[in-house]
């Protein structure tokens, strides 16, 4: 049987589908130039200048691991480690149990819910800035809200010096970043309970589930896929989060708060710019893995 | 029908197309840097202080030589609290002032990096011109060992004065200022009731609390060697420092919060009436001088107390310096030299913060004593110690200053209760591992 011979590809249409390949570059072509310019160089930029002893107004030479050991000698350092850690955890932990808890409230048929479902997004539509001055006002020991609350209800005789003393520092912080922070949460949980079918409620309980049944079964898995979403972005911005610690006891007392980000300006301050990129890129492995995990899940649910 | 519909042919491939390449022209024309003919701008940044009639007097006065000189002549006023970073950015891209008011931790940095250019010949004309320098401003702003010769003009001097509630102290029987730290304490002692703290200082990581370094530098105490290179905070010097600081807080005298202040801590303290004693520059004055004149009325500055082995009592003085790459030097120059007349100089004397540096300065109106705070300053310029003295002021001094060491150490102290062996090692280990950099 004779074979016919492949039909030859003409030069034109050779050069209409490179001219369309060079079209769709040309297309994507900005948008790679700015993630280039204002993403990837920076990044790769300040991973160079860690293995660098640069200072202001000095390019500086390469001193391989000399800044990440350095860091690793200081007790500072550790502090922040474990810090962040604290902060990280404890501030999701009670984070989702407002904002589930809230959100499971409004989700309820309520009078007036949706004033209520906007009253609650005020922290989180307040500036960071204002937000954490007005909760060290708050926290003051003479004159603070706090305070005066504990003594003018006779609660506590005397003064509470919140963030100057290590026994409460980081629970105040903690407890400021919560209340910044929790909105989120609860306006993504709130968006992931509308979403869960009401037949499988319905079901559920012409099945005789009780009210604990249909949560454990119906709803939590349900949102479960939002919750692991929202507790990754929730522990890169708490992680990376500067202004809640920096505004309220910049680190302090001691290194009772210290953290990375607030480190790494620390670092900046003493103009040794190699030493401040090593602390950020000390947060890389970590924020890389939740980046990834966030970033997949993400793509998970779209599909 | 085609041609009838779209007459000129654009069909929504062109439309692309045209969008695609006009988007690409205009990124990719955009990144090589433009052929901009040098600017004959002058731009100058000013240090933005804490009186807002200072920053304007400053202001007003650059931009009034500009006209008057033909020089078109720009003015930015930048927070002193952000100099570094701000500077440290405009190194970086290239984009320095032609002059600029800069402190002389980064003064030292930036003139080992050839960043600004040397002025002796300016720094001699001005000081000629009126009656030499105070000897602790001229040893102090000297970078001929790291720069070749001069690179700031100094315009002012501040340092910590001790600014006391004198209405309070008074009628408690202390009619004079503490002339030593144990002294301090009495005093702080007998008006310490709530609201007020005796002790307003602070002991968080802010440069206030770097006050810490004096006291115990007036104990005896030490950071490093003559040579500046090897560390020597553990010492019993210190641990009798540890031990004055450890008694006036178990006492209670220490204003509650003054272990997380920031930068405003202890002016807030004062102000709002919450601390009878503090040490600050003199902004607090100002401010009180300002919006409160019977609070400025009831204080009264002093030098620092001393210690056992003396008074600790730094000047940190302001210079302004002239950008290397600038193609305006000579305006610089002239700009610099204007603002050293001695008419501009007494009116900002009168509003700013800063001592004297010249010595015919000495006899302008501002310093006829009757202004308390400019007394302060002038006897500051005049007696007070030289940065960092009795250590050696070098990069590894200015790095663990910047890394509030000695704060650090006094925290944990009184907040994590460690004992004083353990505080001071720590201290002397990072201390020395900072020293060990350079």
């Given amino acids: 049987m004779a074979v016919s011979p492949a039909r030859p590809i003409s030069s034109r249409r050779l050069r209409a589908g490179w001219r369309t390949r060079l079209f769709a570059y040309l297309l994507v072509a900005p948008v790679v130039l ?105 926290y003051q020991p003479i004159g603070g809200g706090f305070n005066l ?155 | 029908m085609t041609e009838a519909r779209n007459p000129h042919g654009w069909t929504r491939r062109r439309v692309l197309a045209t969008a695609a390449s006009g988007v690409a022209l205009a990124a990719t024309s955009g990144f090589p840097m433009p052929a901009i003919a040098q600017s004959k701008k002058l731009t100058y940044w000013g240090g933005l202080i804490f009186s807002e009639e200072a920053n304007a007097l400053l202001t007003d006065t650059i931009m009034a030589w500009g006209a008057a000189n033909g020089v078109e002549t720009e003015v930015v006023m930048i927070n002193q609290n952000e100099t570094v970073q701000k500077v440290s950015a405009a190194v970086s891209s290239n984009t320095m002032p032609d002059a600029l008011d800069v402190g002389l931790d980064l003064l030292l940095l930036l003139s080992r990096q050839g960043v600004f250019s040397t002025v002796d010949d300016l720094y001699k004309k001005i000081g000629d011109a009126h009656g030499g320098w105070f000897e602790g401003t001229d040893s102090a702003t000297d970078t001929s060992a790291v720069a070749g010769g001069r690179t700031g003009i100094p315009f002012g001097v501040n340092g910590n004065l001790l600014l006391r509630r004198k209405d309070l102290l008074e009628p408690a029987g202390f009619a004079e200022a503490p002339k030593t730290w144990e002294e301090l304490v009495t005093q702080a002692m007998a008006v310490n009731k709530s609201p007020v703290s005796g002790l307003g200082l602070a002991l968080s990581s802010v440069g206030d609390a770097n006050v810490q370094v004096n006291v115990l530098q007036s104990y005896g105490g030490r950071i490093a060697d003559d040579a500046g290179k090897m560390v020597t905070i553990k010492s019993e010097a210190t641990r009798t420092y540890l031990t004055w600081l450890k008694d006036a807080w178990d006492k209670g005298l220490f204003s509650p919060g003054s272990t997380s202040w920031d930068g405003a801590g202890d002016n807030q303290a004062y102000l709002s009436g919450q601390a009878a004693f503090i040490a600050n520059p003199g902004s607090v004055g100002i401010a009180a001088k300002k919006d409160d004149p019977e609070l400025f009325e009831a204080s009264a500055f002093s030098p620092l107390p001393a210690g056992p082995m003396g008074q600790v009592s730094p000047i940190t003085p302001q210079t302004r310096a002239i950008t290397a790459a600038s193609p305006m030097q000579d305006e610089a120059k002239a700009l610099i030299e204007h603002l050293a007349q001695p008419e501009f100089m007494n009116a900002y004397f009168n509003v700013a913060i800063y001592g004297p540096v010249l010595k015919a300065q000495e006899k302008l109106q501002a310093f006829d004593g009757s202004n308390s705070i400019l007394v302060g300053l002038l006897g500051l310029a005049q007696n007070g110690t030289a940065p960092a003295a009795p250590d050696v002021y070098n990069a590894a001094w200015a790095d663990l200053s910047s890394n509030f060491v000695i704060p650090k150490m006094c925290q944990r102290v009184v907040v994590d209760g460690w004992d004083f062996d353990r505080a001071m090692d720590e201290a002397q280990t990072q201390g020395q591992a900072i020293y060990d950099k350079y």
Avoid at chain 1, 261 to 288: D, K, N
Wanted: charged residues 10%.
């Fill in chain 1, 149 to 303: 609350i504990l003594t003018q209800t006779g609660i506590h005789n005397g003064i509470i010096d919140f963030l100057g003393q290590r026994s409460t520092a980081m629970a105040s912080v903690i407890a400021a970043s919560v209340w910044r922070g929790f909105p989120f949460w609860f306006v993504s949980i709130l968006a992931a309970l509308q979403s869960v079918p009401r037949e499988l409620h319905e079901a559920a309980i012409v099945d005789g589930a009780n009210t604990w049944q249909r949560f454990w079964n119906v709803t939590l898995p349900g949102i479960m896929p939002v919750i692991i979403v929202t507790t990754l972005l929730s522990s890169i911005w708490t992680a990376n989060g500067f202004e809640h610690v920096w505004l309220l006891t910049a680190g302090g007392p001691s290194d009772a708060t210290m953290v990375f980000p607030v480190l790494a300006y620390y670092g900046m301050q003493t103009q040794r710019i190699g030493e401040a990129a090593a602390v950020s890129v000390y947060m890389l492995p970590v924020l890389g893995i939740l980046v990834i995990f966030a970033t997949s899940l993400m793509m998970r649910r779209e599909e």
């Fill in chain 1, 34 to 138: 700015l993630i280039v310019g204002l993403v990837a160089y920076p990044f790769l930029f300040a991973i160079w200048v860690s293995f660098t002893d640069m200072v202001v107004g000095s390019v500086g030479q390469f001193v391989g691991f000399k800044n990440f050991q350095y860091l690793a000698g200081t007790a500072t350092f550790w502090s922040a480690i474990w810090n962040t850690v604290t902060i990280v955890l404890v501030s999701d932990v009670l984070k989702l149990g407002l904002g589930l808890g809230l959100a499971l409230l409004v989700h309820q048929h309520l009078p007036g819910r949706g004033l209520f479902r906007s009253f609650l997004m005020l922290p989180w539509a307040m500036p960071a800035f204002v937000a954490f001055l007005t909760w060290r006002v708050l």
